[in-house]
């Protein structure tokens, strides 16, 4: 399989009323288990990295990477750059062959952020690439979480119709109370905001922070507009306490093994998110 640009399934997915997830990966092992699942279920999938992932594995490494192991599997998905910093990175990761970037500009003021993505969509239109922006800005909720900042800045309408009108961007993310991170409470949404930005706001709408919503406000996100919905800290958990099992009983102390193992306990979170927004069934 070729991945495909993001834009292509979140056009499916705004249309016939359901999202996307995008899940975080590191390694052929979670490329491998989310791209299984999501065969499994016939879903579209969208598969997420980012600056910290880049420590390990440069852009173009981590696109082979995924390429390689894509190959082995046939289903609609897309390689996403999730919270780019800089304009060296989007470049990077157009230059490996990613679908879809993101860069990050959304605690930089309005016309610093516009400016920017304004010139991320010239470099990637030419080559068929999605891009995605945010404006508003999605904070962290708790200090583990390694994206977004100690505050959330929540979207104005106004702004986020002005800002997709100015950069052509594929795909907003709004700040409407969601948060990255594992929620401490549940969170409050501001689902009149989000009605107000989906109505002004030509383009589908991405819900950063998904893990831990419930699903009557996943729902309701998705009714306003929400196609895709981003999901890292529900992986990254599974993971880590599947390690911690492993190491606590000194089993699997074979680093690879171990590994293989931790990615399968990812497998029931995909799974149940792949069902929860609607895309199971939808490729």
């Known amino acids: 399989m070729k991945f495909v640009p993001m ?16 899940f975080c990966i590191w390694s052929a092992e979670t490329v491998a288990t989310v791209l299984g699942v999501a065969t499994d279920l016939k879903a579209p999938v969208i598969l997420m990295c980012g600056p910290l992932e880049f420590l390990h594995l440069t852009p173009a490494d981590m696109a082979g990477t995924a390429r390689a192991v894509a190959a ?7 390689l996403h750059l999730d919270h780019g910093n800089s304009l060296e990175q989007v470049q990077a990761c157009l230059a490996a062959g990613f ?42 909720v708790d200090p583990a979480s390694v994206e977004g900042g100690t505050t959330s800045t929540l979207t104005e ?3 986020a119709a002005a800002y997709a009108a100015d950069t052509g961007v594929d795909a907003l993310a709004p700040s409407i109370g969601n948060a990255h991170g594992h929620y401490t ?10 009605e107000k930005i989906h109505r002004m706001v030509p383009v589908p709408l991405v819900l950063h922070g998904g ?11 998705i009714a306003l507009g929400v196609a895709k919905v981003n999901v890292a800290t529900d992986l990254v958990v599974a993971m880590r306490e599947s390690l ?22 990812c497998a029931p979170h995909i799974e149940r998110w792949l069902r929860r927004t609607g895309a199971a069934g939808r490729a």
């Open 72 to 78: 082995r599997f046939n289903l609609p998905a897309a």
């Open 244 to 265: 911690t099992a492993q190491w606590g009983a000194k089993r699997n102390l074979w680093t690879p093994v171990a590994l293989a193992e931790a990615a399968q306990a």
């Open 7 to 22: 834009k292509e399934l979140l056009r499916d997915a705004a249309a016939r009323g359901y999202a996307v997830p995008g």
């Open 185 to 194: 409470r549940l969170p409050r949404f501001d689902f009149e905001r989000l």
């Open 211 to 221: 893990s831990g919503t419930p699903d009557e406000d996943l729902r309701r996100a």
């Open 99 to 140: 679908t879809s970037v993101m860069l990050d500009f959304s605690a930089k003021p309005y016309a610093e952020n516009a400016a920017a993505l304004t010139r991320v969509v010239a470099l990637a239109r030419p080559l068929g690439v999605t891009v995605e922006g945010e404006i508003g800005h999605v904070g962290k």
């Open 157 to 159: 309408p106004a702004e």
